[in-house]
Every structure is written in C-alpha cells, then in structure tokens.
T-cell receptor, first 115, second 113 residues
Framework: NAGVMQNPRHLVRRRGQEARLRCSPMKGHSHVYWYRQLPEEGLKFMVYLQKENIIDESGMPKERFSAEFPKEGPSILRIQQVVRGDSAAYFC?????????????FGPGTRLTVT | SQQGEEDPQALSIQEGENATMNCSYKTSINNLQWYRQNSGRGLVHLILIRSNEREKHSGRLRVTLDTSKKSSSLLITASRAADTASYFCATDAPGGSQGNLIFGKGTKLSVKP
C-alpha cells in the first residue's frame, strides 16, 4: 500500500506565477489535510477536505490560495501570483476518516521556492 | 496561538542514553500525537495517546499524558544515531473541525555516535 504521495517534490516559481501542488492520499483514505511549514517551525494547518468538499479552511489565506479534492484524481493546492513569503514546505496528510482518534499519515512534502 | 509547545527546543545526547522531550498545551484535547521529522523529509507518525490514557508504549518509545497539567512527554530509551530528528507533538484543534492538528515548533534531537 503506497503511502501519501506528493508531487512535485521541489517546485521553483518566479514571483507572480502560479504554483500547483498535488497530493494523492493513501488508498482507502477519503480525508486530506494540507499544512505549511516554514524553516525551523512546526506545521501550520491550512485546509481539510473530503472528496468534493472543503470541511475546514480556517488556516488558508483569504487570497491567492485555493484547494480542491475532486471525485477523481489527487487533491490540488493552488497558489496564484506567488510571492517570496510563500516559499515553504507544503505537506499533505490523509486519514481514513475524521473524528477524534484518527492518525494522519503525511506525504514527503513539496518544497516551494519563489525567486 | 500556539497549542502545543515542545521543550527543550534542542537536545544533544550520546548514543545509548535516554532522551526525554516534553510538550505542553493550552486547552482541552481529545488526543495528542507525536511525530518525527528527519531533516528535509516528511513527518512520520510515532504514537497517538487518547485523553483518557495516561501512558503508552511502542518499542523504545514511551509517551505519558497528564491532562491535569496539560502536558505530555516522549521518552526514547537507548537512543541511536538514527533517532536524530525533530520531534513534534500535535493536538486536535479545540472547537475545530476535528480534522486539523496543531503542531508545536518541535524539539531537535541530536544523538551522537
């Protein structure tokens, strides 16, 4: 059973371009979470999705950021008009369900560098 | 605001010694999890302890939870060089969607051979 997969692993974008980060959850997992990690920091929650639904986007910046988890295919985190401050590692996690006692399994992350 | 905070920020020990890391949090929780992150890599889930549990073991790992003090500790016994990593505690978000986790800044553990 493959783990959570993210691609690309490294992404370089110039200021103003768009970044698209993909996450394929573990087989059988229908819940996806996106987190951002700045250097020397812990992970910060961004958004929680189920198939075709956004459950909690309280950690998402109001502008330029969007996320989706379509019925078919991977979850996508999209950052429009990137700025230098968007440079970070973006991690996706998945779980088989939500609720109080669910472990989240993390992917290897996408390291975004904005030049 | 920070929910989980690890202490110490950095810890350096010799191989074979035990390593203890602490985590404090502010509000009530349903569970607390510990993760390991090797430099530049993703997170690996280590252990989940529920709010009604006081202690849990997994191999060389021992986690305790004291809900009255809002704190948890992670003990790694007989440490190895391969244990060198950052360790994070994570709690469920109070009043949140029961999906997202709140992470501390981590303890950076260095185990010298």
């Amino acid at each position: 059973n493959a783990g959570v997969m993210q691609n690309p692993r490294h992404l370089v974008r110039r200021r103003g371009q768009e970044a698209r980060l993909r996450c394929s959850p573990m087989k059988g997992h229908s819940h996806v979470y996106w987190y951002r990690q700045l250097p020397e920091e812990g992970l910060k929650f961004m958004v929680y999705l189920q198939k075709e639904n956004i459950i909690d986007e309280s950690g998402m910046p109001k502008e330029r950021f969007s996320a989706e988890f379509p019925k078919e295919g991977p979850s996508i985190l999209r950052i429009q008009q990137v700025v230098r401050g968007d440079s970070a590692a973006y991690f996706c996690a998945s779980s088989p369900g939500s609720g109080l006692l669910r472990e989240q399994y993390f992917g290897p992350g996408t390291r975004l560098t904005v030049t | 605001s920070q929910q989980g905070e690890e202490d110490p920020q950095a810890l350096s020990i010799q191989e074979g010694e035990n390593a203890t890391m602490n985590c404090s949090y502010k509000t009530s929780i349903n569970n607390l999890q510990w993760y390991r992150q090797n430099s530049g890599r993703g997170l690996v889930h280590l252990i989940l302890i529920r709010s009604n549990e006081r202690e849990k073991h997994s191999g060389r790992l021992r986690v305790t939870l004291d809900t009255s003090k809002k704190s948890s500790s992670l003990l790694i016994t007989a440490s190895r060089a391969a244990d060198t990593a950052s360790y994070f505690c994570a709690t469920d978000a109070p009043g949140g969607s029961q999906g997202n986790l709140i992470f501390g800044k981590g303890t950076k553990l260095s185990v010298k051979p």
